[in-house]
Structures are given as structure tokens and as C-alpha cells.
T-cell receptor, first 114, second 112 residues
Framework: KAGVTQTPRYLIKTRGQQVTLSCSPISGHRSVSWYQQTPGQGLQFLFEYFSETQRNKGNFPGRFSGRQFSNSRSEMNVSTLELGDSALYLC?????????????FGPGTRLTVT | QQQVKQSPQSLIVQKGGISIINCAYENTAFDYFPWYQQFPGKGPALLIAIRPDVSEKKEGRFTISFNKSAKQFSLHIMDSQPGDSATYFCAANLAGDDKIIFGKGTRLHILP
């Protein structure tokens, strides 16, 4: 089985711009979660989608949003980028209700905001 | 109360030695305690996990020890190898919740 894939792997944006990151989960997995990883704050939960519905949300501003499509692929969007949004953005998939705790991470998208 | 506190921040161990990483939590509603391993340029990978009704779980060279009364758990890596050099994260999940609450991580370096 192919693992979780994320595109693009690297991204450089300017303050004030917006960005969209993509995540394709493991085949058959219906749950996709997003995390932000920074040296200072570590790994922090952004949100989780299951069957196209946001099921859980972390403590991030409304500039961070996401969605999930019928094929379980997910996108996250960050609007009005700030320097502090520079981070590694990771998505993880699981088979949802069957075994929700076992999550498989993608390699991440490294976002740099200048 | 939602935190998982991890120590040490970094650890250097000789090849063949035992690496020990410790974590503590406050919230007794945590139901699942996984450990993740992350290599540079990769996402975290689930290494081993334990539920609070079990005191120890072993998988190969990796063992989790769990002390429910003290609200502490630890990862032991026996016969540590240079290939084990990575960042390790302890974590916890609330019952029925996919959201993973991570510790700050331990950077482990195994000397050849």
C-alpha cells in the first residue's frame, strides 16, 4: 500500500499571500488530520476531517482552514500568511472509527514565509 | 492538563547501551499512549503504543513501561544502534479522540 503523500514538499511564500497544501491518505483511510510542527511549539493539532466533515479542531486562528473531498483527499489553506506560519505541515491518515488511534504521517510540506 | 511533558530534550548513548526517555501527564482521561519516531526530512512514524490498563509492552528492542498511579510512562530502547538516532515523541490521545497530543520530543544520538 502506498503511504500518505503530501504536495508540494517545499513552498516559499511572501507575507500576506495565501497557500494551499494537499494530502492524499492511505487507500481506504477516511480520516485525515493536519499538524503544524515548529522548533518552538513542537507538533500541534490543526484539525481532523472524516467523510468530508470537520470532526475536530485545534486552537488555530480562522486563517487556517481545510476541507476533505469524497475520495478522502484533503487540502488545507492558510490565508494572509504571517512569518510565524513558517513550519512543517504534516498530515496523517487513519481508518477512522475502526482504529482511530493508529495514524500514519506523510513526509510533510515545508512552508517558508518571507 | 492537556499536556504531555517529556524529558530529556536530548540524549547521547553509546552503541549497545539502553536509551531511556520519560514522559508525564496530568489528564486521567487519556486513553492511549503512543511513541513516535521521526527521522530528518520524514514525518513521525508510530513506533509502539500502550493503553493505561497495561504496565509494560515490548516490541523487539523497544519497551514501554507505564505507571498509572504516578501518571508516567517511558520508552526503553535496548541494545541501542546508530540507526536509532532520531527524534522521539511521546504522545497521548483522549478516549475516542483522534487528536494526538505530543510531547516536545527527545533528540537521541547513538555513538558508533
Amino acid at each position: 500500500k502506498a503511504g500518505v503523500t503530501q504536495t508540494p514538499r517545499y513552498l516559499i511564500k511572501t507575507r500576506g499571500q495565501q497557500v494551499t497544501l494537499s494530502c492524499s491518505p492511505i487507500s481506504g483511510h477516511r480520516s485525515v488530520s493536519w499538524y503544524q510542527q515548529t522548533p518552538g511549539q513542537g507538533l500541534q493539532f490543526l484539525f481532523e476531517y472524516f467523510s468530508e466533515t470537520q470532526r475536530n479542531k485545534g486552537n488555530f486562528p480562522g486563517r487556517f482552514s481545510g476541507r476533505q473531498f469524497s475520495n478522502s483527499r484533503s487540502e488545507m489553506n492558510v490565508s494572509t500568511l504571517e512569518l510565524g506560519d513558517s513550519a512543517l505541515y504534516l498530515c496523517a491518515s487513519s481508518n477512522g472509527d475502526v482504529n482511530p488511534y493508529e495514524q500514519y504521517f506523510g513526509p510533510g510540506t515545508r512552508l517558508t514565509v518571507t | 492538563q492537556q499536556q504531555v511533558k517529556q524529558s530529556p530534550q536530548s540524549l547521547i548513548v553509546q552503541k549497545g547501551g539502553i536509551s531511556i526517555i520519560n514522559c508525564a501527564y496530568e489528564n486521567t482521561a487519556f486513553d492511549y499512549f503512543p511513541w513516535y519516531q521521526q527521522f530528518p526530512g520524514k514525518g513521525p512514524a508510530l513506533l509502539i503504543a500502550i493503553r493505561p490498563d497495561v504496565s509494560e509492552k515490548k516490541e523487539g528492542r523497544f519497551t514501554i513501561s507505564f505507571n498509572k498511579s504516578a501518571k508516567q510512562f517511558s520508552l526503553h530502547i535496548m541494545d541501542s544502534q546508530p540507526g536509532d538516532s532520531a527524534t522521539y515523541f511521546c504522545a497521548a490521545n483522549l478516549a475516542g479522540d483522534d487528536k494526538i497530543i505530543f510531547g516536545k520530543g527527545t533528540r537521541l544520538h547513538i555513538l558508533p
